[in-house]
């Protein structure tokens, strides 16, 4: 049984699933040191996240847990959207990037005793034969046909082999599916956030969200738990997407020809709506993941996928109002390490009240058990 | 394998209670079926074909089981089969305790615009093992199958009533893994009701169809056709249950075992259908 993690590697701490797994990280008493390493800076305000500007070379990510004595590393940093870069960067990253992190935490001196890898549903793909929930251990009936999905199976690879190599390593993938939330921008979000929302004439396809809640949850369950392998991250419930977009009280444009849809797409591009080639799939066949796998390790998802769909919605009425109210967030280095080390700055925790772990572990031992009543009600 | 297998390593208690709740806002369940569509076609179209135009007659219904799973299994005919709707509606109306039956139908529906967006909603399921295995075991629904697939459908109307292949099996080893029992069913009627004289082949492989069948309205009256069905008179005879719980650890590791049940299956709904046959007096009237 290997000990809890303390020393915690996020990668990919610019990414939106890093710096949600390092703020979350932070509230936990028990983990002594967080670095982050990415190649910018993230872009959400952490408390005690060091952050180290480095490109993915292995030898210098090896120095890093090497001198920090990093017992677990958690790999956000996976390109699962061709919206975010460019094939070539997305490539360099998820291929190079991955077998470079998997190099700095092997050999026989390493400290790094669990691995957690972000992968996403798009291992599976989306084709006619596929079944109605793919479960963990199935494999693609086809091979990948975007680079998206060339690269994400690639890495998986790497990280299977890895696992091979290190039994003593506790080595967790979590295959997400397409994540929605008010923070978070994927082609999904965008499709999602259009006037009117284009469609494949005759078709419906299943679809299935994870909240963005739930993604940056499941992450930190896994740093938290022991749970070796592979899991599907989605929420309960799989929308047709004609439900979706009804949820978002949106119209519905089925302008998409179901022949010759590759010929269509860049007449729709002109008009300033793209869609990745790896979603392409999905607005024919669509995807459902089986995520019992996940709930059998205990873990509770917080949304089903019409509830994240909902605060999608929410949110895409709020945002015109709320625009300009926040100013982003700026990473500077001078000012982060004067508020961190400075002894000029107050505090906010010394003095004043704070409740103790007991009483916040009994606080949520109450919620749950008035959730499940409440649920139990529901189901009668 | 270096990473633990990890839906698969769930006792099959764990399975049952992990599935997803029902959420009641919603109007379809996760397999894309639509109460309203579904509700609104059995009161209009099933409900005209199953009493004015097939004047269906049902035997033995009591060997549907009221709760838990089972597959169904019967013979298959048409262009467009009527048979699949027609056994769910004679379980909708004649059951003591109705329930909703899943067809499992051909993958080549979901890359077939229409059918897609349609056939989900009728209650439809893609005919995949893992899909099967969830249905039967995990949700103990019913579903029907059609182990003779395309060929069934397809045949000519001079080989009406001889049943085809019964696929590689697959059905049975299926059953057994959800340990649910096998009703096979005889239908007779379907075969009259859209008899295929022929098929093209040049027209198939220019509009991607599965078959181009020639039928007595196919393809004079276009699209119209798939709806358009003679009035033949429908027997629908549900036979006894097979129960697969009972033949050892991991049955369907036994080929042999699994090819001699489907065999068995096979013969015992052509005897049946045969005996029908003999009964029967006219086509159009039973």
């Not at chain 1, 009117?196 to 930190?220: C, K, N, S």
């Not at chain 1, 967030?329 to 906010?348: A, G, K, Q």
Request: charged share 25%; with cysteine; proline share 8%.
């Amino acid at each position: 049984m290997p000990t809890a993690s303390r020393r915690i590697l996020v990668t990919g701490l610019s990414t939106y699933w890093g710096g949600r797994v390092a703020q979350e990280l932070e509230a936990d008493d028990d983990v002594e040191a967080i670095i982050g390493i990415d190649r910018r800076p993230p872009k959400v305000a952490l408390e005690r996240t060091e952050f180290v500007q480095v490109a993915d070379h292995h030898t210098l990510i090896r120095r890093i847990v090497q001198g920090a004595e990093l017992d677990t590393v958690v790999d956000t940093r996976l390109v699962t959207d061709s919206i975010t870069t460019t094939p070539r960067k997305a490539h360099e990253n998820n291929v190079i990037g991955t077998m470079n992190i998997l190099a700095a935490c092997s050999g026989p001196e390493t400290t790094v005793r669990k691995v957690v890898f972000r992968s996403s549903a798009h291992y599976y793909g989306s084709e006619q034969d596929d079944p109605a929930f793919f479960t963990e251990e199935m494999r693609r009936p086809h091979p990948p046909r975007t680079p998206i999905e060339r690269d994400i199976v690639e890495a998986e690879g790497a990280v299977r082999d890895f696992a091979a190599k290190h039994p003593d390593t506790t080595v967790t993938v979590l295959r997400f599916a397409n994540g929605l939330g008010p923070d978070i921008r994927t082609a999904h979000s965008e499709y999602l956030g259009l006037p009117v929302v284009p469609t494949i004439l005759g078709f419906d396809p299943r679809q299935q969200y994870v909240h963005e809640d739930d993604i940056a949850g499941a992450l930190v369950h896994a740093v938290r738990t022991d749970m070796p392998g592979i899991y599907n991250v989605a929420g309960d419930g799989v929308l047709a997407l004609s439900e979706v977009i009804g949820l978002l009280g949106k119209p519905m444009a089925p302008i998409l020809p179901p022949w010759g849809t590759e010929l269509a797409l860049p007449l729709l591009k002109r008009l300033g709506v793209t869609i990745p080639p790896e979603m392409r799939h999905e607005l024919r066949f669509g995807r459902g993941l089986d995520n019992r796998a996940l709930k059998a390790t205990g873990y509770r998802l917080r949304h089903t996928s019409r509830e994240t769909v909902e605060k999608l919605r929410e949110h895409q009425r709020l945002h015109p109002l709320l625009r300009d109210q926040v100013g982003p967030y700026r990473y500077e280095r001078e000012v982060e390490d004067f508020l961190r080390w400075s002894p000029s700055v107050r505090r906010p925790d010394e003095g004043g009240w704070r409740p103790t772990k007991e009483q916040v572990l009994e606080l949520r031992r109450a919620l749950d058990a008035l959730e499940r009543e409440d649920r139990s009600g529901a189901q009668r | 394998m270096s990473l633990p297998e990890t839906t698969t390593a769930l006792a099959p208690t764990e399975r049952r209670d992990l599935l997803p709740g029902i959420e009641p806002e919603r109007t379809l369940d996760d397999w894309g079926r639509s109460e309203r569509v579904e509700g609104f076609f059995d009161q209009t179209v099933y409900e005209f074909y199953y009493r004015i135009w097939f004047r269906c007659e049902v035997e033995g219904i009591e060997n549907v089981p009221g709760q838990g799973g089972a597959l169904l299994v019967s013979n298959h005919a048409g262009a467009l089969p009527p048979d699949a709707m027609m056994i769910a509606k004679a379980i909708r109306e004649e059951h003591p305790r109705p329930r909703v039956v899943r067809p499992l139908v051909e993958h080549f529906f979901k890359g077939y615009p229409g059918f897609s967006m349609l056939l989900p909603k009728l209650g439809c399921v893609p005919a995949h093992p893992a899909n099967v295995q969830r249905l039967l075991h995990d949700e103990q629904q019913l579903a029907l199958v059609f182990p003779e697939g395309r060929k069934g459908s397809e045949k000519l109307f001079k080989d009406r009533y001889r049943l085809r292949r019964f696929g590689r099996g697959g059905f049975v080893e299926s059953a057994m893994r959800a340990r649910v029992p096998i009703v096979p069913i005889a239908l007779v009627g379907a075969e009259e009701a859209q008899p295929i004289f022929a098929h093209v082949s040049a027209l198939q492989k220019l509009t991607r169809l599965i078959y181009f069948p020639i039928t007595p309205t196919f393809p004079w009256l276009g699209p119209l056709a798939m709806a358009a069905y003679l009035p033949a008179k429908f027997k629908i005879r549900f036979l006894e249950p097979v129960p697969t719980d009972e033949m050892g650890e991991r049955p369907w590791e036994d080929q042999s075992l699994v090819q001699e049940v489907a065999q068995e299956i096979r013969a015992r709904i052509q005897e049946e259908l045969l005996d029908m046959l003999g009964q029967r007096r006219s086509v159009w009237f039973g």
